[in-house]
């Protein structure tokens, strides 16, 4: 029995390459205008459902059945081999460059060979829009949605064939498609992830019916037997002419849609709604493309267009792998918000000269012949002419190298990355000192939640109870209220004295914490209230909790300027939450990200701007020591800890010693003055 081989049809080879090129533009340049260029996948989702729902109506129109083994087999044939190349290669080169590029990898090799990336991904507790540590195969994703509807699709077809008329069969896949992207909607609703609603098969099966259901409105096979395909390549249609005119004009306001969705600021926050636009929009493209001698189709059919689109799934494989290793290899860490641009060109150029090769030397050989002809094929060249032969040996060297590549580096993917690792250290050394035994035998205080208590007073607190004055600082303990003088009268220079760790409130960000163990040993006892992802609008709500549970110290350090942009109405409402009585330490932040600059400019123009507040410098204390950070280069290590727990306490100990060092140049003028006016005096 003969199958009918897929139609071609106009303007898919196009369409293929726009998709590819946003989905690649968005990874590889994330600073352009493609902010939500994701939605490409969504086009591939499209385009996929109604290739495939085509070729399988035009094969039961031809045969009477569905030839579901071999059906798979063509599919095995189409995306196995350049997978496996992308994935070998990879995997080798990361085990190369070693570190926190290797985390997960087992689990994600596991997921590409079962083609269930997303569901392990989401149990995995991995998510797509993180900018930090992306995985080295995160994009493979897209591909386990589309092999597991290729698994399911055909043995649901016939069902909806018994819908005896065509428009009852687009009705179903219409409601399909609207199931699909509702039950997105109740998924986050409910308080799933994003990345749970966006990896998931059952919530972003939407492009796929979508294109389904374009397949059965073009759809003529069920009424009378498959002809061939017309020039342009789509299947004869009995539309009005006016319909046929207009039909270009719609497809083309269509595409112009899809690129203006693509550039649509944080798409992702609206899911689905973005990429179900996204997908909406190619179906009407692919509708106008494919029409009878339509001129979108032979637009998208000009040659660069259908040269990438040929190549696409290849180049869509290799695009994130290669820029993640490059990434790595040129900065030593990998945010994709973060690419620099020679990077991202350089992994267009790699992406695009390794598609080609794999498109050449294994997919079409192995899409030809099927993978037992591509290895007879290959026996045949060990037994030619020496170049053919030496051909063949590479290869064949080639993945025997990638296969135990990849083996040794699962092997060797640490349990964990180095930024989870220092972030894990904070916990450990916050549990320690909360189990610590304080000086009278009994448990301190928890570091990282106290218990609610009174300050005690210290002795330079004492003296004047309940006279708090506003805008003054907290007396430094040890400071004179009146400083000692040399014997000829000139003030002598103040002699600081740092500030006690049970005079300090630290609230933080996952920066903080890592830095936990340096903190408390620059100052035992300073209260540490610091978890991962929080931001500056969440510091408000807990210095205000701690007021209001009388566990607030005189000095409060606020690290949260990593996870976002800061204003000043959210610095404003922490300065009213610290009150008067108290002095405010903010730390900037110092990330591959694009906020960065904001905050900390944001940072030191509200201390300039507001007594008792000042800046610890943690970006340029850190900035030329960047081998302390793990990474990410965010998080800092043992080391990198002791540089944020020295920042502080000098930012610290300068604000509680600002009293006596303006006492100290006041004093200083006095003196010189009075010099002068003697010596005038004298002079007469």
């Not at 040794?408 to 916050?430: F, T």
């Not at 009293?659 to 010099?675: C, S």
Request: aromatic share 6%; net charge neutral.
């Amino acid at each position: 029995m003969i199958t009918p081989t897929a139609p071609r049809y106009a303007g898919l080879d196009g369409v293929r390459a726009v998709a590819v090129l946003i989905v690649v533009l968005y990874h590889l340049f994330p600073a352009w205008f493609l902010r939500s260029g994701f939605v490409g996948v969504d086009v591939f989702f499209v385009i996929s459902g109604f290739l495939i729902t085509s070729l399988l109506l035009r094969e039961r129109a031809a045969t009477g059945r569905i030839a579901l083994a071999a059906f798979w087999k063509r599919r095995a044939r189409r995306l196995l081999p350049a997978l496996a190349a992308v994935v070998t290669v990879c995997a080798s080169l990361a085990w190369l460059i070693g570190g926190d590029v290797l985390v997960g990898l087992g689990r994600q090799v596991l997921g590409a060979a079962t083609f269930s990336y997303n569901w392990l991904a989401i149990a995995g507790g991995s998510t797509y829009f993180s900018a930090g540590e992306p995985e080295l195969f995160r994009n493979l994703w897209s591909l386990a949605v589309e092999e597991q509807f290729y698994l399911v699709w055909p043995l649901m077809l016939p069902v909806l064939m018994l819908a005896r008329r065509r428009w009852m069969r687009v009705g179903a896949a219409l409601v399909l498609a609207a199931g699909s992207a509702t039950w997105a909607v109740g998924a986050l609703a409910s308080g799933a992830t994003l990345t749970r609603a966006y990896y998931g098969t059952d919530t972003h099966a939407f492009g796929l019916l979508l294109g389904v259901a374009l397949a059965f409105a073009l759809d003529r096979s069920s009424s009378r037997m498959a002809g061939s395909a017309t020039a342009g390549g789509a299947t004869p249609t009995t539309g009005r002419a006016g319909i046929a005119v207009g039909m270009p004009l719609v497809g083309g306001a269509a595409l112009i849609g899809l690129l203006v969705v693509s550039s649509w600021p944080d798409g992702a926050s609206v899911y689905p709604a973005v990429p179900l636009i996204a997908s909406v929009l190619t179906a009407v493209v692919i509708a106008a493309a494919v029409s009878p001698g339509s001129p979108l189709g032979r637009a998208l059919d000009v040659a660069p267009l259908r040269w990438v689109g040929e190549r696409s799934y290849g180049i869509y494989l290799w695009h994130w792998p290669v820029v993640v290793l490059l990434t790595i290899a040129a900065t030593g860490t990998i945010v994709d918000t973060a690419i620099p641009l020679a990077v991202g060109v350089t992994a267009l150029v790699v992406t695009l000269g390794a598609s080609a090769v794999s498109y050449r030397v294994l997919e079409q050989p192995v899409r030809r012949l099927g993978a037992r002809g591509a290895v007879r094929a290959l026996g045949l060249r060990l037994r030619a002419t020496p170049v053919r032969r030496f051909g063949a040996i590479t290869v064949v060297a080639a993945g025997a190298l990638g296969a135990v590549g990849t083996a040794a580096a699962v092997a060797a993917a640490p349990p964990v990355s180095s930024s989870e690792a220092v972030v894990q250290a904070g916990l450990e050394a916050l549990a320690e000192a909360s189990a610590a035994p304080a000086p009278n035998g009994t448990p301190t205080p928890p570091a990282a939640s106290p218990t609610p208590r009174a300050p005690e007073p210290s002795a330079s607190t004492s003296a004047a109870p309940g006279e708090a004055v506003p805008g003054a600082l907290p007396p430094a303990p040890g400071v004179a209220a009146r400083p000692p003088r040399a014997d000829d009268g000139r003030p002598l220079p103040p002699v600081h004295t740092p500030v006690p760790g049970d005079r300090i409130t630290a609230v933080g960000d996952s920066v903080m914490l890592a830095s936990a163990g340096g903190l408390l040993d620059e100052r035992p006892g300073m209260q540490i209230d610091a978890a991962v992802s929080r931001s500056m609008w969440q510091g408000g709500e807990i210095v205000q909790t701690l007021a209001a549970q009388g566990a607030l110290r005189d000095y409060v350090v606020i690290g949260l300027g990593t996870n976002g942009p800061v204003d000043d109405e959210e610095l404003q409402t922490l300065y009213d939450a610290v009150g008067p009585e108290r002095c405010l330490v903010l730390v900037n932040a110092f990330a591959p990200r694009d906020w960065i600059d904001g905050v900390n400019t944001e940072l030191t123009s509200f201390a300039a701007t507001h007594p008792r507040v000042a800046v610890a410098d943690w970006s340029r204390a850190i900035a030329p020591k960047v081998d302390l950070l793990a990474g990410d280069q965010i998080h800092p290590g043992p080391t990198g800890g002791a540089v944020y727990a020295d920042t502080v306490a000098g930012a610290l100990d300068a604000l509680a010693n600002r009293p006596a060092d303006v006492g100290y140049r006041a004093g200083m003028v006095h003196w010189a003055l009075a010099q002068a006016e003697g010596r005038a005096l004298d002079a007469r």
